[in-house]
T-cell receptor
Framework: ETGVTQTPRHLVMGMTNKKSLKCEQHLGHNAMYWYKQSAKKPLELMFVYNFKEQTENNSVPSRFSPECPNSSHLFLHLHTLQPEDSALYLC?????????????FGPGTRLTVT | DQQVKQNSPSLSVQEGRISILNCDYTNSMFDYFLWYKKYPAEGPTFLISISSIKDKNEDGRFTVFLNKSAKHLSLHIVPSQPGDSAVYFCAASANYGGSQGNLIFGKGTKLSVKP
């Protein structure tokens, strides 16, 4: 695998479920990002990890819980989501947060909350 | 309030003609601008960028123009090809004390190039 991969590509979950999204980058980067893309809205930055440390949390509700065990992997743990959380969730990476303008994106996970 | 605005949600162009996608920004601290292209079921991919010290950057069929006084940038695609049909996102970044800040994205413009 090359680049940035995300699994699953599609996820349907009920509001009481717990699920996790996974992102893996094969680029040797040190910064990883979670974005949310809702219909007719710009990409919204959710979390940033730089060298495995969370450096930004853009007022994201606690029902979204990120985890970055190493520089290559990033998870987004989901629990008790709401229907308005249905969106495309994109992961990205860059060499470091100082080079956040050179981000490489994964294909995204299309999440539907029922 | 949106700092990066793409006011045209869609654009349709004939193959071979010029496509012009526009982007406006409000934050005068932005000093680096990028265009990303996104096909369905794929993540955005970097297309072209421009630093605020320039007013034009060209890469093959793609040219980005920056008008700092108007806080406006545009992406020109000449000639347009059906394979260019995608959603184009404008993004901007500001430099804070030597470190480039996070990307701020617009909503995107869906380009359709008709054969």
């Amino acid at each position: 695998e090359t680049g940035v991969t995300q699994t699953p590509r599609h996820l349907v979950m009920g509001m009481t479920n717990k699920k996790s999204l996974k992102c893996e980058q094969h680029l040797g980067h040190n910064a990883m990002y979670w974005y949310k893309q809702s219909a007719k809205k710009p990409l919204e930055l959710m979390f940033v990890y730089n060298f495995k440390e969370q450096t930004e949390n853009n007022s994201v509700p606690s029902r979204f819980s990120p985890e970055c065990p190493n520089s290559s992997h990033l998870f987004l743990h989901l629990h008790t989501l709401q229907p308005e959380d249905s969106a495309l969730y994109l992961c990205a990476s860059s060499q470091g947060q100082s080079k956040s303008y050179e981000q490489y994106f994964g294909p995204g996970t299309r999440l539907t909350v029922t | 309030d949106q700092q990066v605005k793409q006011n045209s949600p869609s654009l349709s162009v004939q193959e071979g003609r010029i496509s012009i996608l526009n982007c406006d920004y409000t934050n005068s601290m932005f000093d680096y601008f990028l265009w990303y292209k996104k096909y369905p079921a794929e993540g955005p991919t970097f297309l072209i960028s421009i630093s605020s010290i320039k007013d034009k950057n060209e890469d093959g069929r793609f040219t980005v123009f920056l008008n700092k006084s108007a806080k406006h940038l545009s992406l020109h695609i000449v000639p347009s090809q059906p394979g260019d049909s995608a959603v184009y996102f404008c993004a901007a970044s500001a430099n804070y004390g030597g470190s480039q800040g996070n990307l701020i994205f617009g909503k995107g413009t869906k380009l359709s190039v008709k054969p």
